[in-house]
């Protein structure tokens, strides 16, 4: 099983990027998909989630109106749109896969989730 995070890289702030995340091993859309970051010297954080057939999704105050999840099943491939960027959002970003239900599902928790990506550096300059 292993979910591979990409797409990261240096933007400038006010920039986009689009980070995807693939799966193999395991079909992704049998699971709740999240995706999390972590910036230096702190904790490893909720950005958003999204149900198993994309209906619902949930996000972090922080980047509402900015960030966007959605997913392609036939693809096993979660993204994650990010614009407008903010020096701030400089994180790895992780995704990560919880088996439970949606309303099961407590989305926004690290231990929620059963598999993780290997991480995606974002770095947005000022």
């Known amino acids: 099983v292993q979910l591979q995070a990409s797409g990261g890289g240096l933007v400038q702030g006010g920039g986009s990027l689009r980070l995807s995340c693939a799966a193999s091993?395991?079909?992704?859309?049998?699971?709740?998909m999240g995706w999390f970051r972590q910036a230096p010297g702190k904790e490893r954080e909720f950005v958003t989630a999204?149900?198993?057939?994309?209906?619902?999704?949930s996000y972090a105050d922080s980047v509402k109106g900015r960030f966007t999840i959605s997913r392609d099943n036939a693809k096993n491939t979660v993204y994650l749109q990010m614009n407008s960027l903010k020096p701030e959002d400089t994180a790895v970003y992780y995704c990560?896969?919880?088996?439970?239900?949606?309303?099961?599902?407590?989305?926004?928790?690290?231990?929620?989730?059963?598999?993780w990506g290997q991480g995606t550096l974002v770095t947005v300059s000022s």
């Open positions: 999204i149900s198993r057939s994309g209906g619902s999704t």
């Open positions: 091993g395991l079909s992704l859309s049998r699971y709740v």
């Open positions: 990560a896969a919880d088996g439970s239900s949606w309303l099961e599902s407590s989305r926004q928790g690290v231990r929620s989730y059963d598999y």
